[in-house]
């Protein structure tokens, strides 16, 4: 059986900025992925883009240094720019090789069952990344069978889906994003709401991005979230689109989407929503002034002069509490995503009720050489994010190394007599 003395599961950015820590550490390891250099990204949609600028993309010694750094780049820029990434120090990837199962060996390595045979390795890094499983709201099964149904994965643009109009389940990032695209295609759109913050694309001169983190909001740890739960909350509402502007649920409204309280379900007719579209908007509006608030205490303590943006203007649109379905041509679910390491190691006890993995600064804390690198709140509210995910790199390689260094110095002590 080969043996490495660390794999890693993934290559995007996760893994691929871990790899080059490794590198410059000296440590042997390879790059297992079961398609090709960032395919996470290369599955999103065609119009894909990126909701922070490019300066902000900060891999180890790999920075954005292209010419339009306030820019957002397309899907297809960021897969670019991951491979010049692999390429610039030489990542032991190996694409199309799909890690079909995983256990410990006994003492303390790990065995890895992999569709290009089976792998030894001392420590593993898991990079699958923030986008595992699609997650579909509760309530589907009372859609009428022959209506067409999508996930995120399914979406490519307007014409991946049936013509006519779309109910599309799931405010997030994705779901605003997509309801946007499908309503200026000219498509009837009903867009069924949850709780997600928002705040304007630009203030006082800069970016959101940029406030965002020089108030620290990015950096905040899991530990100052409310409840564990608030891990999943959307991140801003913003878009990328039109050298980056404002998108939210006033904007959609403005352009013709119907808005509606969250997804009850359906009874084969008609679908229900919750009375609830007046809350989530008011949730939203109240998370957008507590960033207001943030971002203008940080102007004040830095000396830059800026004007508190006006209040949001009173928003209560009609929302239908039942919708027939038999005007609906197609329903997308867009749900956002959830941890799937259960659904494929074998240590259910790793992780925590919402399935991500407990840890100390990636490091498992339940299973030794088990590191994770791309999650959601990993170390900070950045750390699923290009601007956050090399900072956990370093941290989670120098972990990997000194964990090394203790296992290359326990065989090197001689055995008493």
Same mark, same amino acid.
């Given at each position: 059986? !080969?043996?490495?003395?660390?794999?890693?599961?993934?290559?995007?950015?996760? @893994?691929?900025?871990?790899?080059?820590?490794?590198?410059?550490?000296?440590?042997?390891?390879?790059?297992? !992925?079961?398609?090709?250099?960032?395919?996470?990204?290369?599955?999103?949609?065609?119009?894909?883009?990126?909701?922070?600028?490019?300066?902000?993309?900060?891999?180890?010694?790999?920075?954005?240094?292209?010419?339009?750094?306030?820019?957002?780049?397309?899907?297809?820029?960021?897969?670019?720019?991951?491979?010049?990434?692999?390429?610039?120090?030489?990542?032991?990837?190996?694409?199309?090789?799909?890690?079909?199962?995983?256990?410990?060996?006994?003492?303390?390595?790990?065995? +890895?069952?992999?569709?290009?045979?089976?792998?030894?390795?001392?420590? +593993?890094?898991?990079?699958? @990344?923030?986008?595992?499983?699609?997650?579909?709201?509760?309530?589907?099964?009372?859609?009428? #069978?022959?209506?067409?149904?999508?996930?995120?994965?399914?979406?490519?643009?307007?014409?991946?889906?049936?013509?006519?109009?779309?109910?599309?389940?799931?405010?997030?990032?994705?779901?605003?994003?997509?309801?946007?695209?499908?309503?200026?295609? @000219?498509?009837?759109?009903?867009?069924?709401?949850?709780?997600?913050?928002?705040?304007?694309?630009?203030?006082?001169?800069?970016?959101?991005?940029?406030?965002?983190?020089?108030?620290?909001?990015?950096?905040?740890?899991?530990?100052?979230?409310?409840?564990?739960?608030?891990?999943?909350?959307?991140?801003?509402?913003?878009?990328?689109?039109?050298?980056?502007?404002?998108?939210?649920?006033?904007? +959609?409204?403005?352009?013709?989407?119907?808005?509606?309280?969250?997804? +009850?379900?359906?009874?084969?007719?008609?679908?229900?929503?919750?009375?609830?579209?007046?809350?989530?908007?008011?949730?939203?509006?109240?998370?957008?002034?507590?960033?207001?608030?943030?971002?203008?205490?940080?102007?004040?303590?830095?000396?830059?002069?800026?004007?508190?943006?006006?209040? #949001?203007?009173?928003?209560?649109?009609?929302?239908?509490?039942?919708?027939?379905?038999?005007?609906?041509?197609?329903?997308?679910?867009?749900?956002?995503?959830?941890?799937?390491?259960?659904?494929?190691? #074998?240590?259910?006890?790793?992780?925590?009720?919402?399935?991500?993995?407990?840890?100390?600064? @990636?490091?498992?804390?339940?299973?030794?050489?088990?590191?994770?690198?791309?999650?959601?709140?990993?170390?900070?509210?950045?750390?699923?994010?290009?601007?956050?995910?090399?900072?956990?790199?370093?941290?989670?390689?120098?972990?990997?190394?000194?964990?090394?260094?203790?296992?290359?110095?326990?065989?090197?002590?001689?055995?008493?007599?």
């Amino acid at each position: 059986m !080969e043996h490495i003395d660390v794999a890693i599961v993934g290559a995007g950015q996760a @893994g691929l900025a871990v790899s080059h820590e490794l590198t410059g550490a000296g440590i042997d390891h390879v790059l297992l !992925e079961h398609g090709r250099i960032g395919e996470m990204w290369r599955r999103r949609w065609e119009s894909f883009c990126l909701v922070t600028p490019n300066w902000s993309v900060r891999l180890p010694g790999f920075a954005y240094d292209g010419d339009l750094p306030d820019g957002f780049m397309s899907r297809d820029e960021v897969v670019g720019y991951l491979e010049r990434y692999a390429a610039s120090f030489d990542a032991p990837v190996r694409t199309g090789v799909r890690v079909e199962a995983v256990r410990d060996d006994g003492a303390g390595g790990f065995v +890895l069952f992999t569709s290009d045979g089976p792998l030894h390795a001392g420590a +593993l890094v898991l990079a699958s @990344g923030a986008y595992q499983r699609e997650h579909r709201i509760p309530g589907a099964d009372g859609l009428p #069978p022959g209506l067409p149904r999508f996930g995120l994965a399914d979406y490519r643009d307007p014409g991946s889906l049936p013509g006519g109009e779309v109910l599309v389940i799931g405010s997030g990032q994705s779901g605003v994003q997509i309801a946007e695209e499908l309503r200026m295609s @000219g498509r009837e759109v009903t867009l069924s709401c949850g709780r997600a913050p928002w705040a304007p694309r630009r203030w006082a001169g800069h970016d959101l991005v940029w406030w965002l983190a020089e108030s620290g909001f990015m950096d905040a740890p899991a530990s100052a979230l409310p409840v564990p739960a608030a891990r999943l909350t959307s991140n801003p509402l913003v878009t990328g689109h039109d050298g980056g502007r404002d998108l939210n649920l006033r904007t +959609l409204h403005a352009i013709g989407v119907r808005l509606t309280g969250h997804f +009850l379900g359906a009874d084969g007719r008609e679908a229900r929503f919750a009375p609830d579209l007046a809350e989530s908007i008011a949730w939203g509006d109240a998370r957008s002034g507590e960033l207001m608030d943030l971002f203008a205490r940080t102007a004040a303590a830095r000396g830059v002069a800026a004007g508190r943006p006006p209040e #949001p203007e009173p928003f209560a649109p009609v929302a239908p509490e039942r919708l027939d379905l038999a005007q609906i041509d197609s329903v997308l679910f867009t749900g956002g995503y959830r941890p799937d390491y259960r659904d494929w190691l #074998p240590w259910h006890g790793a992780f925590d009720d919402l399935g991500f993995p407990l840890h100390d600064e @990636g490091e498992s804390l339940v299973i030794p050489g088990l590191f994770f690198i791309g999650v959601h709140f990993l170390r900070r509210r950045k750390s699923a994010l290009l601007m956050g995910v090399g900072e956990d790199a370093t941290v989670v390689a120098g972990r990997i190394a000194a964990r090394a260094g203790l296992r290359h110095a326990a065989r090197d002590v001689p055995l008493a007599s």
